[in-house]
């Protein structure tokens, strides 16, 4: 994922030509903090699927007693949907201040990102096939490419294109569902019970066989699963892309580095957040409510809803943090070190699919046999907390995240050294 470990930076006068890393005065801090809080979002939201407890119909499978049903919920409130967001936003930001180090440089920066996206492709690839069907990675190197395309525009003209492309998200997704939704409101439709009883029956059977089956043996079945969720990441296309645009609008403007200069732009990103609390509100209620009554067409119309709006929600918490982050002191002491996740966050979101496949597959320790949501919550937090001390150690000895070094010599396909 670009966003999870491009170098970002306010831009100095670079003293080589040759692709050195970024100093700690060329970083911006909260940037890198920013990917560490992702990351655990991130986490929180994949562990549902490590788990095997995600259903067929989004959210988690039915919930046995009232505390795992307020603690799904307020993973799905909170968390569900709104951290890709935030790396899709940081994605564009690490695009577009790599390009202007680069072109800084002297270096052709078209080129080399296009080399550098074409890597990426490649781990995400890998990724998905041999350890879990949930990459992003390959998805972001694909849009990333054509994000290349818009990086000359103007900040006002990607503004008009991140519009446009919200507006195609309306009209091709929200509104055919919304409608859906209204059509069968209120009905009992045997139809769509029988969908999804197909559904709940492949998913159990998914489930069954990621526990019992060796990794040779569940391979084929991943790289299937792979299949079905680049499919359907295309519905995602047009809002991921809108999130790219904007965070090269942002990097053009210098929101990351001069916040305050930007006021009128936190105060609107802030309003996203109670608009997309309450799609997530109400797209978490008609889906626990669905499973009871059968009235599907309340939840397309809350899901039409959710699809929409619910990248505001992080759009809310990045202009939170931004906020809290220029004016307490505290605040940033206290964040600070989640900045070493961030910096080596390539390697962190691989490490968590090697780590979590391991606990809970057949093939591993097999916990996924009596997973709960407050088990997943909590292994979330520490794995997480390990990985920030770890990153921490590390990056005392080296300037990159082992991932984030491999991508780079890749990238420039030549040695680079690793060592501080």
Request: hydrophobic share 55%.
């Amino acid at each position: 994922m670009e966003s999870l470990s491009t170098q970002s930076g306010n831009l100095g006068t670079p003293s080589a030509m040759s692709p050195a890393p970024a100093t700690q005065h060329e970083r911006v801090l909260v940037l890198d903090v920013l990917r560490g809080i992702a990351l655990l979002g991130i986490l929180m939201v994949n562990m549902g699927d490590f788990q095997l407890l995600r259903s067929p119909i989004g959210g988690y499978i039915e919930a046995p007693n009232r505390v795992e049903y307020w603690l799904a919920s307020l993973v799905q409130i909170l968390f569900d949907g709104k951290f890709y967001p935030i790396f899709s936003l940081l994605f564009g930001v690490g695009l577009a201040l790599q390009i202007a180090r680069l072109e800084a440089r002297g270096r052709p920066a078209t080129g080399i990102m296009v080399r550098r996206l074409l890597v990426l492709l490649v781990m995400g690839a890998l990724h998905a096939i041999f350890i879990w069907r949930g990459d992003i990675l390959f998805v972001y190197a694909l849009i990333g490419l054509l994000a290349l395309l818009f990086q000359r525009c103007q900040p006002r003209t990607l503004l008009w294109w991140s519009g446009g492309l919200w507006l195609s998200l309306f009209l091709c997704c929200t509104v055919p569902c919304a409608g859906y939704g209204l059509l069968v409101s209120g009905t009992q439709s045997a139809e769509m019970e029988n969908i999804l009883a197909e559904m709940e029956q492949e998913t159990l059977k998914d489930r069954e066989a990621y526990l019992t089956e060796s990794y040779l043996e569940v391979l084929p079945k991943r790289v299937r699963d792979w299949g079905y969720v680049l499919a359907s990441l295309l519905i995602a296309f047009p809002e991921i892309l809108m999130l790219f645009l904007l965070g090269i609008y942002f990097s053009k403007i210098g929101l990351f580095t001069e916040p305050w200069a930007h006021a009128r732009v936190l105060r609107w990103m802030l309003v996203g957040l109670p608009i997309g609390l309450l799609a997530s509100f109400m797209y978490n209620s008609s889906l626990w409510a669905s499973t009871l009554n059968g009235n599907w067409g309340a939840l397309f119309i809350a899901l039409a809803v959710y699809v929409s709006l619910t990248w505001l929600q992080a759009m809310g918490y990045v202009a939170l943090l931004l906020m809290v982050w220029e004016r307490w002191a505290w605040f940033r002491a206290l964040l600070t070190p989640l900045a070493y996740a961030g910096r080596m966050a390539l390697t962190n979101y691989l490490m968590q699919s090697v780590v979590c496949t391991m606990i809970f597959y057949g093939y591993g320790l097999e916990l996924a046999k009596n997973a709960t949501v407050a088990q997943g919550i909590a292994l979330t937090f520490g794995i997480y907390l390990a990985q920030v001390i770890l990153s921490a150690l590390w990056l005392r000895g080296f300037q990159y995240g082992p991932m984030e070094w491999l991508w780079r010599v890749l990238t420039y396909g030549r040695w680079i050294p690793i060592r501080s």
